[in-house]
């Protein structure tokens, strides 16, 4: 029941974190579907098979689950944003990053994973006048693709391979308001809402060469079709300016990961992604990402208790697809993280901690700062239970003589 309960939250809570002083230019909050696990290793994982890896950008990672594995996860923390007059601001937020299952069925598998894949939320209230009337004006952006991925992935000596259907769905909303201070005067207020949705592909391989592993994916480029719609406070209240028309675009995408396990606790990760923007309507340049991380994963059985304990760190460095201020915004993060074990070997409790700045004051103007803490869970099979390894057996009477 309690994961039931889990499952619905998980689909009726929005992202709330996607906030950055950057979203009037374009979505700067990207979530390519990370677990905690590998978020608090510098969001590494493309290549990582060493583990249960529910990291499903990489379709073919689903080959690393052996039994029916849920896990989910939830994002909390705290953004502040900053520009060059020294004004700043301060937000917080909860969201729900990521829900996945993969059933495992012999050398096939199948998942299903969904999760926030780009955001960009702002508000923005000015307090102004005019001759003697004074009013505030409201200026507000609310911008989230969600993405829903259905995952085949077959496992053998040779190559693991995967492929998902991709789904993607999502709206921007840009609200404008005039709020008079004076009773006798009508706000004034408009806003411009586009919907979007429409299928793509993915297509991940991944190869385990003694303590190296290897992996690569493709991402379809995809063009998301929806209705434009204009509404305002009085009759008809609503306009509809467009229909099945492109309102958002997809860019084609290619990345690449490879993992090193050593000296049986350790681990190190590399990931790239590119993401070709440049073919696009919408960005004159493309964009990337790349990614470290070190992990100490110590064995189980007896040792002082602080070398019991796992953990992790990274970075990346990513360059968005937009500018601002006529420069290019780059984005930069540390993370660190760990996990607690529970009763069964497959159940556990990740946490990562994320510092991020993105932008610069001197060249953007803006600037964003956060620190989210994530708690993931998983291996929690709600589709099995444990075997019961008693049996009905005779208790012998005492003879009494």
């Known amino acids: 029941m309690k994961n039931i309960f889990f499952l619905i939250l998980m689909f009726s809570v929005g992202t709330l974190l996607g ?13 390519l579907g990370n677990d905690v696990y590998g978020i608090g290793m510098g969001e590494t994982g493309l290549a990582d098979m060493y583990r249960i890896n529910t990291d499903y950008y990489n379709p073919s990672l689903a080959t690393t689950a052996n039994k029916v594995i849920f896990s989910t996860a939830v994002s909390l923390g705290y953004i502040w944003y900053g520009d060059k007059n020294g004004n700043s601001f301060r937000d917080n937020g909860l969201t729900f990053p990521y829900f996945t299952i993969a059933i495992p069925v012999a050398a096939h598998k199948f998942a299903f994973s969904f999760n926030s894949f ?3 939320n702002l508000e923005n209230q000015i307090g102004r006048s005019w001759e003697n009337l004074n009013y505030t004006e409201i200026n507000r952006i609310d911008a989230d693709v969600y993405k829903a991925n259905f ?3 077959f496992k053998n000596r ?3 391979f995967g492929l998902a259907v991709n789904y993607y769905l999502g709206h921007r909303t840009r609200f404008w308001e005039l709020d008079f201070d ?3 005067y009508s706000d004034a207020k408009y806003e411009i809402e586009k919907n979007f949705k429409n299928p793509g592909f993915s297509v991940g391989i991944n190869k385990k060469i003694g303590n190296l592993s290897l992996a690569a994916v493709y991402i379809s480029p995809t063009k998301l079709d929806g209705s434009t719609y204009f509404k305002y ?3 008809p209240y609503q306009d509809t300016l467009s229909n099945k028309m492109e309102n958002l675009e997809i860019a084609e995408q290619i990345a690449g990961g490879l993992t090193v396990k050593f ?7 590399c990931d790239f992604y590119y993401e070709f923007q440049n073919k696009t309507d919408s960005f004159d340049f493309d964009a990337y990402k790349i990614a470290f991380g070190f992990a100490y994963d110590p064995l189980s059985g007896y040792n002082k208790w602080y070398k019991k304990i796992p953990f992790r760190f ?3 460095n990513r360059l968005l697809p937009f500018e601002e201020n006529g420069q290019k915004i780059f984005e930069k993060s540390f993370t660190i993280g760990s996990s607690i074990p529970l009763k069964s070997e497959y159940k556990k409790i990740d946490l990562a901690l994320k510092f991020m700045w993105r932008g610069d004051l001197d060249k953007n103007s803006l600037r964003d700062k956060s620190v989210m803490l994530n708690i993931g869970i998983s291996g929690f099979d709600i589709f099995s239970k444990r075997t019961k390894r008693i049996a009905p057996r005779e208790i012998p009477k005492a003879d009494i003589r």
Not at 19 to 29: C, D, L, V
Not at 263 to 269: P, R, T, W
């Open 19 to 31: 906030n950055s002083a950057f979203s009037f230019s374009g979505m700067p909050h990207q979530y």
């Open 118 to 120: 780009l955001s960009g």
């Open 151 to 153: 995952i085949y992935a």
């Open 158 to 160: 040779f190559l693991n």
């Open 182 to 184: 004076e009773e006798d």
């Open 233 to 235: 406070v009085h009759s």
């Open 263 to 269: 000296l049986e606790k350790f681990k190190a990760s």
């Open 314 to 316: 990274g970075g990346y």
